[in-house]
């Protein structure tokens, strides 16, 4: 009721206050005036209600003498006749409380001037528990009898510490936090520290935990949640003690990311040379979680599907939560114990932490091969996006802080880890490490920019670090590295702007990078022309950027990419290096530099391949054809092409076979997982369709064990693309019964392989039911999206009859939910027809916070449509060609 009468007031005068260095200009912050020291929070939340009542006392130290302390507040009503200023020189209320709901901010005017020196704000609020997943929010779950409930939990990275309690949101304002949480008894209460005491009160009913206050920390890394949970818990030999907690029934789900964090834990600590600082550290499994996970300092939380692992889990399943623990792990240290400045090094966080998640994984689980995998993974995703002229560079300025929204993308992340790979080889992991170490000691606790990261490794170098990595942190795009002359010694090269679409690059657009250079047996040359020809050791072949630790695409002479046909059969290519060769084939033919009709021939020369990373890359590159073939060549074509891929993989699927053996290895059971896929949407075997039905039947029939998690998937679409109704049903019934959030995604992903328009259609209303959690509810959107060029079309044309429907449901939630509805939604399309209607749909139907989704979307399709005109002018675009491979 309080929230409801809550009257916003125009604030008289602007209260942010606008940076005017250089770096800064632009930046919109609260004035330095006064800043947090330490906070004392109090917290009663209503799980009936959905809604907490608050207290706080803000320990402050007063930089300037002012009559005004501006703070973060949003969806939050402060009891004005609670606010009192606290000095040595007495107590002062405000005169006057000013909101802006621009700047999600309020300001308090004093009477008189506030004294330098320290001081305390003192006052009470109410909020509510919404149902947008950010803030103090609330999930729905079972417990162990099948009960309803309700738990609250936050997540508040980026700027939703403030929808919680009133702040300086901001991550340069670090501070120390208290908290105590009034909760039901009987229920947990958690935190980033822990417990230091406990008192009854109200009678018994209600339960008082007051927690150890926090390292000095952002406000986006406080964490605290209450509901019923069971946990598992055990020591790392560094003496940390960490906790898995899960719903209720579901504690063995915890052991596997238990031991990974158990072991990633000491494993940072001997990497980074500084231990874990804190005595505890809990992670938890949210039913309803926005991200993937939220790096929260000691109580870390995930979405159920990225940290629980159920008895017969699929090696996919196990290999994602592995490297989400490892990336949330590595933030304890870089992102919580050293903390960017501001936004637009949100990669200092991002990309570092997704460095380490492979750096860990391979150390723990040596057989996942992480490093060979990153090519066809973290690299790919990276230079897909990058390719683009709506991309970013990976320092982005920010001046808003909501605009950071828009750059948690494959770019901090993927860019980011890929440009720190780079510079590990480039400068040599011990003194890759040794400048890591010194800029960790050097920072503790405060926070830093990119030039920091850069010092420190020039230093223990001895290189200039700064100029090189300049080039692909400030500057977006990527190098293609073109081989003009090969004389078996000395190479010519050429280095310029890759671009997806393959458009003329014009001279004032022209740009430079300083490039390693790395050939097998010699240490890497840094390109830093235009042009440049470097010397090689003599080989049969040449080889550029071997390893792939250079986020850059090289186009060979007709010479030399023989010759590299030649080194694939005799097989002395390594798996990284034949699975970057295909990716960029791929992305050079579809920019016009290489013919589709080459391309084919060169996948075609891996029928005998049998390593998963390098079919995961024919994958990828065969599912970009297919997106564009299927839309504009004709049904005879289309089903030719079909018809290759499911003789190409024929072989490989044969000897892989359907059933387990006890001698596969981790990458062999996601080649199982892979090859079943690819037939799942390619073949037309007969043998393969019976196989999945046989399987599926024995599923309903309660036979698990004949369909393990690894195959699910694409046995649910063979069955669904040839059966009906009473297949489709069946599916919905599963998800009906599922106990598990990874099983309701299982018929999530699926569900639209239905067979007729009529089931997708059912499909697509379910979307927008809210029976389906919104973290969710874009999974079966997607899968209809994709299952057909009649279903593409329908989709969008659902999507845009149902906007403000979907709209309406996402409210105020992480864009990135509505990121995915935009590009799913689309990508059927491939004509600049399509792209136009697009374009046109957002102008009418405008979303600032994700301009940049659209403008990436709609790239991507204009993109699609030239290379469509392109494979039209080839034998691609003919029946014949795909016979004839």
Not at 70 to 82: G, M, Y
Not at 176 to 205: I, Q, W, Y
Not at 547 to 566: F, H, I, K, N
Not at 688 to 715: N, Q, T, W
Request: charged letters at 25%.
């Amino acid at each position: 009721q309080a929230l409801r009468s809550l009257q916003w007031l125009r604030s008289p005068k602007k209260r942010c206050r606008v940076m005017a260095t250089s770096k800064q200009a632009g930046r919109v912050l609260l004035p330095p005036t006064v800043l947090p020291v330490k906070y004392d929070i109090k917290l009663k939340p209503d799980l009936a209600n959905f809604t907490f009542e608050g207290s706080e006392v803000i320990c402050v130290d007063v930089k300037e003498s002012t009559d005004e302390i501006s703070l973060h507040v949003k969806e939050i009503a402060i009891q004005n006749h609670t606010i009192v200023f606290k000095s040595s020189e007495g107590e002062v209320k405000p005169e006057g409380i000013a909101y802006s709901m621009k700047d999600s901010t309020v300001t308090f005017k004093f009477e008189e001037m506030l004294p330098v020196g320290e001081g305390k704000l003192e006052m009470e609020f109410v909020g509510i528990l919404n149902d947008q997943m950010a803030g103090f929010y609330r999930s729905g779950y079972k417990d162990i009898n099948g009960t309803k409930k309700i738990m609250a939990s936050t997540q508040f990275e980026s700027l939703d510490a403030q929808r919680a309690f009133p702040c300086w949101d901001e991550p340069a304002r670090k501070a120390v936090f208290g908290l105590t949480l009034v909760v039901d008894t009987g229920l947990t209460a958690l935190s980033n520290m822990p417990e230091k005491h406990r008192c009854f009160l109200e009678g018994g009913a209600k339960t008082e935990i007051c927690f150890m206050d926090s390292p000095k920390m952002s406000t986006y890394l406080l964490a605290f949640l209450v509901g019923e949970f069971d946990f598992i818990q055990a020591q790392t030999n560094h003496g940390v003690l960490v906790k898995v907690f899960t719903p209720p029934g579901r504690s063995n789900d915890g052991k596997f990311p238990l031991d990974v964090a158990v072991k990633a834990l000491d494993g940072y600590d001997d990497y980074f040379g500084l231990p874990y600082p804190l005595p505890k550290l809990d992670m938890i499994a949210i039913p309803e979680f926005a991200a993937g996970a939220m790096e929260n300092w000691g109580l870390v939380t995930y979405r159920e599907v990225d940290l629980l692992i159920a008895q017969g889990a699929s090696r996919k399943q196990m290999q994602r939560v592995c490297i989400v623990v490892t990336h949330e792990l590595a933030h304890q240290w870089f992102g919580n114990l050293v903390t960017m400045q501001w936004w637009d090094d949100l990669w200092l966080n991002e990309g570092f932490a997704s460095w380490c998640e492979n750096y860990m994984a391979d150390l723990i689980y040596p057989d996942f091969a992480m490093w060979d995998q990153f090519t066809s993974d973290s690299q790919a995703a990276a230079m897909r996006l990058d390719s683009l002229r709506s991309s970013h560079p990976i320092q982005v300025p920010i001046h808003r802080a909501e605009e950071v929204e828009e750059v948690f993308d494959a770019i901090s992340y993927c860019k980011g880890a890929s440009v720190i790979k780079m510079a590990h080889a480039y400068l040599g992991a011990e003194a890759f490490r040794t400048g890591l170490r010194a800029y960790m000691q050097q920072h503790k606790y405060s926070n830093t920019e990119t030039t920091d990261l850069w010092a420190a490794w020039s230093a223990a170098s001895g290189r200039k670090v700064d100029e090189l990595m300049a080039s692909w942190t400030e500057q977006m795009g990527y190098p293609l590295v073109t081989v003009k002359s090969f004389n078996g010694s000395e190479v010519e090269l050429e280095q310029s702007w890759f671009l997806a679409d393959g458009s003329e690059v014009k001279k004032e657009e022209e740009k430079l990078w300083k490039i390693p250079l790395i050939c097998k047996g010699q240490a890497p040359i840094l390109m830093e022309a235009k042009t440049q020809k470097i010397s090689v050791p003599k080989a049969d072949f040449l080889l550029l950027n071997a390893g792939r630790d250079v986020p850059m695409r090289v186009l060979y002479t007709p010479e030399t990419y023989s010759q590299l046909a030649t080194a694939i059969q005799k097989n002395q290519l390594g798996v990284s290096d034949r699975a970057g060769l295909v990716l960029d084939s791929f992305a050079l033919a579809k920019a016009g530099k290489l013919g589709a009709d080459q391309v084919f021939k060169l996948i075609a020369s891996f029928k005998s391949e049998r390593n998963f990373i390098v079919w995961d890359a024919i994958s990828q590159a065969l599912i970009g054809f297919d997106m564009v073939l299927m839309a504009g060549v004709s049904e005879k074509t289309y089903e030719a092409f079909k018809g290759f891929v499911s003789q190409l993989i024929a072989d490989a699927a044969k000897e892989v076979g359907w059933e387990q053996k006890s001698s596969d290895g981790h990458l062999d059971g996601l080649l199982r997982e892979t090859l079943i896929n690819m037939q799942s949407k390619y073949s037309v075997d007969p043998d393969a369709i019976a196989e999945a039905k046989r399987r599926f039947g024995g599923f309903m029939a309660g036979d698990s064990s004949v369909l393990p998690d690894d195959i699910k998937e694409p046995v649910f679409k063979m069955v669904l693309k040839a059966g009906g109704k009473k297949e489709y049903s069946e599916l919905r019934a599963l998800h009906e019964k599922a106990e598990t959030n990874i099983e309701r995604k299982h018929v999530y992903v699926t569900i639209g392989c239905a067979s007729d328009m009529a089931l997708k259609k059912d499909v697509l209303e379910w979307v927008v039911s809210g029976e389906i959690k919104i973290q969710d509810f874009f999974y079966p959107l997607g899968s209809v999206a994709s299952s057909s060029k009649e279903a593409a079309t329908f989709t969008w044309e659902f999507y845009k009859s149902n906007f403000d429907k979907i709209l309406n449901m996402l409210k105020s939630a992480n864009p990135s939910l509505m990121d995915a509805m935009i590009s799913l939604s689309a990508r059927g399309f491939s004509t600049v027809e399509g792209a136009e209607e697009v374009e046109q749909f957002y102008k009418d139907h405008p979303l600032k916070q994700n301009q940049r989704t659209i403008s990436q979307t709609l790239e991507s399709i204009r993109t699609n449509a030239a290379f469509l005109s392109r494979i039209l002018k080839t034998p691609c675009s003919e029946e014949s060609f795909w016979k004839s491979l």
